[in-house]
T-cell receptor
Framework: GAVVSQHPSWVICKSGTSVKIECRSL??????MFWYRQFPKQSLMLMAT?????????EQGVEKDKFLINHASLTLSTLTVTSAHPEDSSFYIC????????????FGQGTRLTVV | KQEVTQIPAALSVPEGENLVLNCSFT??????LQWFRQDPGKGLTSLLL?????REQTSGRLNASLDKSSGRSTLYIAASQPGDSATYLC???????????FGKGTRLHILP
């Protein structure tokens, strides 16, 4: 299958700072990318869907000004957590799809964010 | 709104037993259904993907079935091993908006 690389795998930041997480499709072009958040012992909750070159569509309850998503190219999407607070500490996972060529979506390895 | 439910939430069984994990979904207009494994603190490992036109998929000791009309899927694990201990997630791909909706998972513990 195709590969999605997510970076960093873990990050610790101070409260009030911003953190950027990158998601790259290494060997395919991702027409759609998804960002998920997973709290301990909970399932993956979809935060937003983004298509290359257009604004992301956020799920209800997700603050678009706090979680900035950029999908500037067919191989890269970024999630920036702005003014992070301890309650933003979570596991963030990206997913990428190229529905024209692949039946399934491919997932990054996840990023463990800890805000202190 | 699509809702995905997994039963049981947790399961502990002795090594060697065959077991079944259940997944149900409320909206049958799905594109695919996929089973994942997640180890603690780790990302997702894809196990089996079933397209909506298919009834089942098999890989080694794993077999997944799909009954789209009734909104159900099962993951069958044969001859369970301690290494199978993990959380198993069911995910459905929606047709209309490409969203992938996850269930809350089944935490499986295989006792040596």
């Amino acid at each position: 299958g195709a590969v999605v690389s997510q970076h960093p795998s873990w990050v610790i930041c101070k409260s009030g700072t911003s953190v950027k997480i990158e998601c790259r499709s290494l060997d395919f072009q991702a027409t759609t990318m998804f960002w998920y958040r997973q709290f301990p012992k909970q399932s993956l909750m979809l935060m937003a869907t983004s298509n290359e070159g257009s604004k992301a569509t956020y799920e209800q309850g997700v603050e678009k000004d706090k979680f900035l998503i950029n999908h500037a190219s067919l191989t890269l999407s970024t999630l920036t957590v702005t003014s992070a607070h301890p309650e933003d500490s979570s596991f963030y996972i990206c997913s990428a799809r190229d529905r024209a060529h692949y039946t399934e979506a491919f997932f990054g390895q996840g990023t463990r964010l800890t805000v202190v | 709104k699509q809702e995905v439910t997994q039963i049981p939430a947790a399961l502990s069984v002795p090594e060697g037993e065959n077991l079944v994990l259940n997944c149900s979904f409320t909206d049958s207009a799905i594109y695919n259904l996929q089973w994942f494994r997640q180890d603690p603190g780790k990302g997702l490992t894809s196990l089996l993907l079933i397209q909506s036109s298919q009834r089942e998929q098999t890989s080694g000791r794993l077999n997944a079935s799909l009954d789209k009309s009734s909104g159900r899927s099962t993951l069958y694990i044969a001859a369970s091993q301690p290494g199978d201990s993990a959380t198993y997630l069911c995910a459905v791909y929606m047709n209309r908006d490409d969203k992938i909706i996850f269930g809350k998972g089944t935490r499986l513990h295989i006792l040596p």
